[in-house]
């Protein structure tokens, strides 16, 4: 396995942070940690790059411990924090040949792991890192994080606060990656991301809620779900709350989600209580479930 987790735990305080986290990675998979700010993601990432230490538990990443094996993990990882940490005063250039002689190579010797990505941002080289947009520093960040040509990637929430095409070309070069056996993980707070990994892992409040493949925990959704609408929407809200029959009701979209505590549930049973609380342009069909329905529903 390319990272072992067992029994982690980490308190900052009265707060805990990770409560007993177990899970593997494979070698050359694409790993999701998915969860909402506050889930314990950063954390975790700091406690496997050897920048912080448990409080309980163990952990290898690349075959070595994360204490005794700091050094080591250190020349086997890449890691690109979820804030831009690059030097904002240096060029693109210079910030890559600097990451490159911290870990003793050149840009030429790794070239090709990083040429896909760095052509994009190589016509602007010689611009300061801080002056960049936030794609094109996303991008900057992953070449200074391969070019020591690392086995492991960690990757927090690498796609927070960038575009929708910025977003998919991400993710299409991390695939190109993951086919030269470099493990990923990859931590974000987007549920549609899921569907992208092999495998994910659902976290909250410093706890795994469920790790499967994005379609096993998609198919063990347990109830059929509704997506419902109608004209005024915040009273929506309220009078699916006061269903008799509501299991859960939550926005998404422009349509509520929703799900029935009753086996006999019938759509038009929902449909005359909205008429008679005066609800006008009602919308009720049965539709699929997602991740972040999988999540609502592991979380409540």
């Not at 987790?5 to 050359?28: C, H, M, Q, R, T």
């Not at 086919?179 to 549609?192: A, E, H, Q």
Request: proline share 5%; glycine share 6%; net charge neutral.
């Amino acid at each position: 396995m390319s990272i072992i987790v067992n029994n982690i735990s980490k308190s900052y305080k009265k707060v805990k942070a990770l409560d007993a986290i177990s899970f593997e990675v494979k070698p050359g998979e694409l790993f999701g940690l998915i969860g909402p700010d506050g889930a314990g993601k950063t954390t975790l990432f700091r406690i496997l790059t050897t920048l912080l230490v448990a409080d309980k538990g163990e952990a290898t990443v690349a075959g070595y411990d994360v204490i005794s094996g700091y050094k080591a993990i250190r020349n086997h990882v890449g890691y690109m924090p979820g804030r831009f940490s690059l030097y904002q005063d240096l060029t693109i250039e210079e910030n890559l040949n600097f990451f490159a002689t911290i870990f003793g190579t050149t840009v030429e010797e790794n070239y090709d792991l990083i040429k896909d990505i760095y052509i994009q941002i190589e016509p602007f080289k010689n611009r300061r890192a801080g002056k960049l947009s936030g794609g094109m520093k996303q991008k900057l960040a992953l070449c200074c994080a391969l070019i020591h040509k690392p086995k492991v990637l960690f990757l927090d929430e690498p796609t927070t606060g960038v575009d929708p095409v910025s977003r998919k070309e991400f993710w299409e070069m991390l695939k190109r990656l993951q086919k030269k056996d470099i493990t990923i993980l990859v931590s974000t707070p987007y549920m549609d991301e899921a569907a992208l990994c092999d495998r994910i892992a659902l976290i909250t409040d410093g706890q795994i809620l469920q790790l499967s493949t994005p379609e096993e925990i998609i198919s063990s959704f347990p109830k059929k779900i509704f997506k419902v609408k109608a004209a005024e929407t915040y009273q929506l809200i309220k009078d699916l709350k006061e269903f008799p029959k509501t299991h859960s009701a939550y926005p998404f979209g422009e349509y509520m989600h929703f799900t029935s505590n009753a086996p006999d549930f019938k759509t038009e049973n929902l449909i005359q209580f909205l008429k008679d609380k005066k609800h006008t342009n009602i919308e009720v069909f049965e539709t699929a479930p997602t991740i972040e329905d999988s999540f609502m529903e592991l979380s409540k």
